[in-house]
């Protein structure tokens, strides 16, 4: 079971970046698949979330208009625009299964699976 990131980079304010969550080794079905990110000296924070059932969507108020999550079949894309210094940190996907609960899993310690990070820097 693997999920690996790929996307990050460094960009300018107001710039866009597009991150991918390639799923192997499991599939996405029955799961929630979930973006986390992690400023330095910062605990880990859930931004964008995605149900693979019926790709139901929510998302952080701190990027609320300006990230987009999307699944293509076994990968998850979060399209980053208009970002803002304070987005620089190390992105994370992760997967757990999905509940159906009436409320979003969004804490880290909800989730199961994680990659290994990618970093996003943006410069002032």
């Known amino acids: 079971v693997q999920l690996v990131e790929s996307g990050g980079g460094l960009v300018q304010a107001g710039g866009s970046l597009r991150l991918s969550c390639a799923a192997s080794g499991f599939p996405f079905d029955d799961r929630i698949i979930g973006w986390f990110r992690q400023a330095p000296g910062k605990e880990r924070e859930g931004i964008s979330f995605i149900s693979s059932a019926d790709e139901d969507t929510y998302y952080a108020d701190s990027v609320k208009g300006r990230f987009t999550i999307s699944r293509d079949n076994e990968v998850v894309n979060l399209q980053l625009n208009n970002l803002e210094p304070k987005d620089t940190g190390v992105y994370y996907c992760?997967?757990?299964?999905?509940?159906?609960?009436?409320?979003?899993?969004?804490?880290?310690?909800?989730?199961?699976?994680w990659g290994q990070g990618t970093q996003v820097t943006v410069s002032s």
């Open positions: 992760a997967a757990r299964p999905d509940m159906y609960s009436d409320t979003w899993p969004t804490s880290a310690n909800e989730y199961d699976y």
